[in-house]
Nanobody, 119 residues
């Protein structure tokens, strides 16, 4: 049973920073491409950033230059460092892991962690 557990959310003032963590269990973490998504109230879930099993990263335009995704395969962890936070970054942030095997995609989600940016 694959499990992803996020932590690190909270309330922060505009311009502040937070670091989100996602710990995976029940699988070989290093074979997964990992990502962060977010969902604001009344909006669809959107992709934020991703990191491949090889370490290549990509970012949504709205967070590029402010957020950094990284992974530690030894700790089965993917991190999202968020700097220069804005009120529009307020959302529930979800960790995602997926891999392609035998002609099928296997995808897993965490339960989410709330990030609120407000003065």
């Amino acid at each position: 049973q694959v499990q992803l557990v996020e932590s690190g959310g909270g309330l922060v003032q505009p311009g502040g920073s937070l670091r989100l963590s996602c710990v995976a269990s029940g699988t070989i973490f290093s074979i997964y491409d990992m990502g962060w998504y977010r969902q604001a109230p009344g909006k669809q879930r959107e992709w934020v950033a991703s990191i491949t099993k090889g370490g290549s990263t990509n970012y949504a335009g709205s967070v590029k230059g402010r957020f950094t995704i990284s992974r530690d395969n030894a700790q089965n962890t993917v991190l999202l460092q968020m700097n220069s936070l804005k009120p529009e970054d307020t959302a529930v942030y979800y960790c995602n892991g997926r891999r392609y095997s035998g002609g099928s995609w296997y995808e897993y989600w965490g339960q989410g962690t709330q990030v609120t940016v407000s003065s």
